[in-house]
């Protein structure tokens, strides 16, 4: 009966991790693929090795904070199972609104769910957690709005990250030994760029697995019935699965929508999402790239807006601007300031970068997906107490 639920178990976290690799995989790798620096399958193959890296890393240390520290009981593998399914729901109702819900909020959600119902409930551990759920997105605005306010103006008049016409790298064969060399139309400052959109794709990718692996196999490692080392491996398999695959429209997506700002920009919010959440799974915290991604976006395109917007205007919905990725569009032809010189405003508009109704709709659903998968965890252990 025990390897019947088990095996039921791992399906359905091959599922959890399938979804995640789906989404993972695009975020991490849809600008470097949109500007054709590397194929989908190679971002694939990449997206599989690092985030095995990150999960058999860093990831333990957020497998034991959702294993052992949200509750104070071992969870059983049928409730470990439950709480799959819950997470998995989860993402489904993500997918139907079309709103990026963090898994790892909604982890922690169904587990608490089973610790409310059993009184097993560490609420200092959950208390913890969420401070940092609340400290993740004002970080991330911040660090994107200083970037795009004071950085963004000179990084931008200094990098130039372009894919040229024809091959990056080819052989010279006009000596006796064939040796590697530049393409026909590439340049040495494009190769430099290329290996550092590289660079940070796998830096993204090592992030995605130490926060996102856990997700998929932490309520079966908690019931002991799987180990960490065999669960970190199907997890790894799962995700690189759905990179291999429903991945591929994912990074189309990603990278078409990347394609109206500049790959600069979005290597600014690539780079301080995935240190975000490198940083909080190193000391356990369940952190989702959603989050951080998200909100950088948001902050970069405030920080480049010349006419500063208030916190409250922004909130009570006063201005008409709007939040877009688009809306980090480089003007081709608009002036460059230095680093914490004002901007023209001929650079860009504000109306153009801030929609407070698109944040609400984000935070709504990052407060909404989670809750609903602490209650329904709830209700569902009240009424089968016997699964916990």
């Known amino acids: 009966m025990v390897e019947t639920i088990l095996l039921v178990g791992i399906v359905a976290s091959i599922f959890v991790g399938f979804n995640i690799g789906g989404s993972s995989t695009g975020i991490a790798w849809g600008p470097a693929v949109g500007a054709g620096l590397l194929s989908k399958v190679a971002a694939a193959g990449l997206m599989t090795f690092f985030v095995f890296l990150g999960g058999w890393t860093v990831g333990r240390n957020v497998m034991d904070t959702l294993a052992g520290d949200i509750i104070t009981i071992e969870i059983s593998i049928a409730a470990g199972v439950a709480v799959l ?21 909604t982890t922690v959600g169904a587990i608490v769910g089973l610790g409310l119902a059993t009184g097993t409930a560490n609420f200092e551990t959950i208390g913890w957690i969420v401070s940092w759920w609340v400290v993740t997105p004002v970080l991330g605005f911040w660090v994107g709005a200083m970037v795009g306010r004071y950085i963004y103006p000179e990084l931008n008049r200094r990098v130039q990250i372009k894919a040229s016409e024809g091959p990056l790298i080819t052989l010279d064969r006009s000596s006796s030994l064939p040796r590697p060399a530049l393409g026909p139309n590439s340049t040495y400052g494009e190769l430099v760029g290329t290996v550092v959109v590289l660079i940070i794709g796998c830096y993204m990718a090592f992030s995605a697995g130490a926060s996102n692996v856990p997700n998929a196999v932490a309520p079966l490692v908690s ?5 960490a080392n065999p669960a970190i491996l199907i997890a790894t398999v799962a995700i690189g699965l759905g990179g291999f695959t429903i991945a591929r429209r994912t990074m189309e997506s990603v990278g078409s929508e990347l394609s109206d700002i500049p790959l600069l920009a979005a290597l600014v919010v690539m780079t301080t999402a995935a240190t975000i959440t490198t940083a909080l799974s190193w000391i356990g915290i369940p952190i989702s790239l959603v989050m951080a991604s998200v909100m950088t976006i948001v902050g970069l395109g405030w920080g480049r807006a010349t006419r500063p917007i208030t916190a409250r205007e922004a909130i009570q919905g006063e201005t008409d601007t709007e939040i877009t990725t688009g809306a980090l569009k480089a003007e081709p032809d ?12 001929e650079v860009l508009n504000a109306d153009d970068l801030f929609n407070p109704r698109a944040i609400i709709k984000y935070v709504s659903m990052w407060i909404i997906g989670p809750a609903m998968s602490t209650l329904l965890a709830y209700a569902f252990f009240v009424v089968i107490p016997g699964v916990a």
Do not use: D, Q, R, Y
């Open 85 to 105: 399914f819950f997470i998995g729901l989860g993402i489904l109702i993500a997918n139907v609104f079309g709103v990026p819900v963090p898994t790892s909020m």
């Open 223 to 227: 019931s002991g019935t799987l180990e």
């Open 334 to 345: 608009a002036p460059v300031t230095k680093i914490g010189e004002e901007e023209s405003e």
